[in-house]
């Protein structure tokens, strides 16, 4: 067994810890909030805001729920078939929206639900990535990376959809 067959079950982990805080923070930051991100960002509150308001923390959860099984499952075959192309590619994206959090976090300039979780993971995620890219040519990263993007931005778009469903449903 070589050591990617142990890291790769690192990013479930990370993954899940990292969306508690968000599933946990997420509603009532929103709430506590609204005023200054409404004056502070006005444009952007019209579109974003409406949109949380109908998200649930159940139904938040639901969709952190199915980006958690897409990961396991990207995991399990990465492990199964010794392959981890896909998983590196998705993995990276993951870390982008680490990196993201914490540009919120500036741009907002207060505490934003998953900076503290990002900012543990990070390290642990440039460990992770250190010891990965000496296994991929430079074009496989690239190629593997711009597909796990496409994937993360298609699959979020769908998960807040569902969300939207899930709220309605359970409402």
Not at 48 to 60: A, K, P, V, Y
Not at 118 to 127: D, F, G, R, V
Request: glycine residues 2%; positive net charge; contains cysteine.
């Amino acid at each position: 067994m070589d050591n990617m067959q142990v890291i790769i079950w690192l990013f479930p982990i990370l993954f899940i810890f990292h969306d508690f805080e968000e599933i946990i923070f997420m509603q009532a930051w929103i709430s506590k909030n609204r005023r200054y991100l409404c004056e502070r960002f006005p444009n952007l509150s019209k579109k974003l805001l409406h949109h949380f308001d109908n998200i649930t923390t159940s139904s938040f959860a639901f969709g952190v729920a199915e980006e958690f099984m897409l990961i396991s499952i990207i995991t399990i075959i990465s492990y199964v078939m010794n392959w981890y192309n896909l998983w590196l590619g998705l993995f990276i994206a993951f870390i982008l929206h680490l990196v993201v959090h914490c540009f919120q976090t500036l741009i907002v300039r207060k505490y934003v639900p998953a900076i503290v979780t990002s900012i543990i993971c990070l390290p642990i995620c440039m460990y992770i990535i250190e010891h990965a890219v000496k296994l991929f040519t430079l074009r496989t990263i690239v190629v593997y990376s711009i597909l796990g993007f496409m994937i993360m931005v298609a699959n979020l778009c769908m998960v807040h959809k569902l969300m939207d469903k899930f709220s309605k449903w359970e409402a």
